[in-house]
């Protein structure tokens, strides 16, 4: 795949708990030079990244209910909100796993759809991350329906922060199960060319790493 066209498949993802401004900066600098599609951030850097990346092209994506998905829908819907206030295009949102797991389906519906309410009112797209690692094949089927009804755009395997991240055979799953009502994004241990191209041949649309440089230096220019 050409460099170019891999390019426009992947965000570039700065959540670690130890990044700093500078490391966001950085990160602006690599997204627009390679000519990302996108770029994650916490909610905190959004402005600041917005502004960095004014006109460039890369879409800014903010993390929400990052990294457990614990929050309060309500609480989830307005960080949301805010992120899209303060420049964020994209939200990639960390499902309630804990409600998932206990059968608590419309809570989940109710956490994704709030999200998807306020981020669609303002154009923009919304990402559900299912954080593959801790779910049971039939649990991996029923968020992915769940995150479709509630009318995300995508399902994404992993927050990066878990023990385990994107795997070829939960993205083929994922594909199957969304049937091209959503897109998926691999993303959690990504982070070679190989890796991301293995990744897209079993189903994924978007790539999620935080070595974006890396992978695409293995590409063909």
């Keep these: 795949m050409k460099r170019e066209e891999l390019a426009k498949r992947i965000d570039h993802a700065v959540v670690k708990p130890d990044i700093t401004v500078e490391d966001v900066e950085k990160a602006c600098r690599e997204a627009i030079f390679y000519g990302l599609r996108g770029l994650c951030v916490p909610p905190c850097y959004v402005k600041h990244a917005s502004e960095l990346l004014r006109n460039s092209?890369?879409?800014?994506?903010?993390?929400?209910?990052?990294?457990?998905?614990?929050?309060?829908?309500?609480?989830?819907?307005r960080e949301a909100e805010l992120a899209?206030?303060?420049?964020?295009s994209d939200i990639d949102m960390v499902m309630n796993i804990s409600a998932l797991r206990s059968g608590l389906y419309e809570l989940v519906l109710?956490?994704?759809?709030?999200?998807?309410?306020i981020v669609k009112a303002?154009?923009?797209?919304?990402?559900v991350i299912v954080e593959i690692c801790y779910l049971t094949e039939e649990e991996l089927r029923k968020a992915c329906e769940l995150a479709v009804e509630a009318g995300a755009d995508f399902v994404k395997?992993?927050?990066?922060?878990?023990?385990?991240?994107?795997?070829?055979?939960?993205?083929?799953?994922m594909k199957a199960v969304v049937r091209g009502r959503a897109g998926v994004k691999a993303a959690g241990g990504i982070r070679t060319y190989e890796e991301a191209l293995a990744?897209?041949?079993?189903?994924?649309?978007?790539?999620?790493t935080s070595t974006p440089g890396a992978i695409l230096e293995g590409?063909?220019?």
């Design 57 to 77: 092209g890369v879409r800014l994506c903010a993390v929400v209910g990052f990294p457990f998905g614990f929050t309060l829908p309500q609480v989830k819907a």
């Design 84 to 88: 899209m206030e303060l420049g964020a």
């Design 199 to 208: 990744m897209i041949e079993a189903g994924a649309d978007l790539i999620g």
């Design 157 to 173: 395997t992993s927050t990066g922060m878990g023990p385990g991240g994107a795997t070829l055979e939960a993205v083929r799953l």
């Design 110 to 117: 109710e956490d994704v759809g709030g999200v998807v309410d």
């Design 122 to 127: 303002r154009g923009g797209v919304v990402k």
């Design 219 to 221: 590409a063909e220019r």
